[in-house]
């Protein structure tokens, strides 16, 4: 059997887009069963999503001894980031987390 290059182009194309609407209509189906088990959820009481101005854990919690004595030789916030291997963005909130005061704070606050 010899099947000619555009039957076989179009038995492709008719096989992905039966495909794609397979998956289309699926994240349908997912979507909607996420948004009405968000809906039960919330009718019954329960509070959704981060509670409000909490961080959270951050990776230098356990090292806020070491980030004050860093801070206190005035050890700038990327260096610290790179020593600790996380963002220059994650001391920044852990220090205004912690309420550490550094030198770059007291001249920032005049």
Known sequence: MIIDADAHKIQ?????????????????????????????KKASGVILGRPKGSFGSNKLDKHENDVKKLLAKKINYTSIAKIYDCSRTTVENFV??????????IHENI
Do not use: G, H
């Open 12 to 40: 492709s194309q008719v096989l992905i887009f039966a495909f794609s609407l397979a998956a289309e209509i699926e994240r349908d189906l997912i979507s909607e069963r996420t948004k009405s088990a968000l809906k039960a």
């Open 96 to 105: 205004k987390k912690q309420k550490i005061q550094n030198e770059k704070n």
